[in-house]
Nanobody, 128 residues
Framework: QAPVMESGGGLVQEGGSLRLSCTAS????????MAWFRQAPGKEREGVSCVSWSGRDTYYADSVKGRFTISRDNANNTMSLQMNSLKSEDTAMYYC?????????????????????WGQGTQVTVSS
């Protein structure tokens, strides 16, 4: 069983919003940074955003900067991704993952390395 479970995906029109959630279990949540990844059909999985263990520091891929907001709630072992102004190119399966704390840093979203097994993901489809 994967230690993370994603939810909140769906079908939305361009310009719309969705909020993804990630629930973690089986590990000490605030020992790790957390991240969102996505994989579009025919493409490799890519890092989207990460948040430090405390929630204080957040980083984003250039493609989503200004539109997506990552946050975490250590008391409840959850993480969220608020996605606004969605575009058709945001269509993908979205996954959450834990990271070593030092793996979440400015300019490093393209090099995120998860330390847990992947969950099932949650599908986001943006129609144009």
């Amino acid at each position: 069983q994967a230690p993370v479970m994603e939810s909140g995906g769906g079908l939305v029109q361009e310009g719309g919003s969705l909020r993804l959630s990630c629930t973690a279990s089986g590990f000490t949540f605030d020992d790790y940074a957390m991240a969102w990844f996505r994989q579009a059909p025919g493409k490799e999985r890519e890092g989207v955003s990460c948040v430090s263990w405390s929630g204080r520091d957040t980083y984003y891929a250039d493609s989503v900067k200004g539109r997506f907001t990552i946050s975490r709630d250590n008391a409840n072992n959850t993480m969220s991704l608020q996605m606004n102004s969605l575009k058709s190119e945001d269509t993908a399966m979205y996954y959450c993952a834990a990271l070593r704390p030092q793996n979440c840093y400015a300019g490093g979203v393209a090099q995120l390395k998860p330390v847990n097994n992947w969950g099932q993901g949650t599908q986001v489809t943006v129609s144009s």
